[in-house]
């Protein structure tokens, strides 16, 4: 069946540092790998996305790599800073053929020192 | 985002009590959500609309029911409140375009089952 494994679970790095979230899914079917982000206390927003046509998709500090043979694909933010502080949910999904549900992974809690 | 909004925003009831969940958007999507948010669990799929005489279960339907009333409307009911549905609940709303299906969440209610 569908699902997602995501790790780490926390992460914590010092501002200016990289940080690097992996996901793994099962559905060879799926061919849209959403990631989300959520503040304390807000709602989930989408900040990236990629399709599986597409191995790798850059926005200014945040990057997404999709690995399909190994069914893996990764958040990458880079020279971190005190607001991406939040919970990061990557999510498995299919956009094509009346598709539209999403699989989310359990979360990333990043913690971004000063 | 207040083009998606979920009432109550907050409720305490008590094991075995009938509750309901309401969302409504404004943003004229066909594709609208249930999702409940557990610590270390992330965001699991309860049921899912593509259109008013869509309804799908997701996840962890068990316990819950929906009602899609009109395009814009979206409840979730518990017929039978017992604690381990406790939770924080979110609906979301989508339309799903060629390349990308960016999900925008509701607020979310936080439902305390005693």
């Known amino acids: 069946g569908e699902n997602v494994e995501q790790h780490p679970s926390t992460l914590s790095v010092q501002e200016g540092d990289s940080a690097v979230i992996k996901c793994t899914y099962s559905d060879s079917a799926s061919n849209y790998f959403p990631w989300y982000k959520q503040e304390l206390g807000k709602r989930p927003q989408l900040i990236i996305d990629i399709r599986s046509n597409v191995g790798e998709k850059k926005d200014q500090r945040i990057a997404v790599t999709l690995n399909k043979t190994a069914k893996h694909f990764s958040l990458h933010i880079t020279e971190t800073q005190p607001e991406d502080s939040a919970v990061y949910f990557c999510?498995?999904?299919?956009?094509?053929?009346?598709?539209?549900?999403?699989?989310f992974g359990q979360g990333t809690e990043l913690s971004v020192k000063p | 985002d207040a083009d998606v909004t979920q009432t109550p925003r907050n409720r305490i009831t008590k094991t075995g009590k009938r509750i309901m969940l309401e969302c409504s958007q404004t943003?004229?999507?066909?594709?609208m959500y249930w999702y409940r948010q557990d610590p270390g669990l992330g965001l699991r799929l309860i049921y899912y609309s593509f259109d008013v005489k869509d309804i799908n279960k997701g996840e962890i339907s068990d316990g819950y029911s929906v009602s899609r009333q009109a395009q814009a409307k979206f409840s979730l009911s518990l017929e039978s409140a017992i604690p381990n549905q406790t939770a924080l609940y979110f609906c979301?709303?989508?339309?799903?375009?060629?390349?990308?299906?960016?999900?925008?969440f509701g607020p979310g209610t936080r439902l305390t089952v005693l």
């Open positions: 979301a709303t989508s339309d799903l375009q060629l390349g990308t299906d960016t999900q925008y």
């Open positions: 999510a498995e999904g299919s956009i094509y053929n009346q598709g539209g549900k999403l699989i």
């Open positions: 943003k004229g999507h066909d594709r």
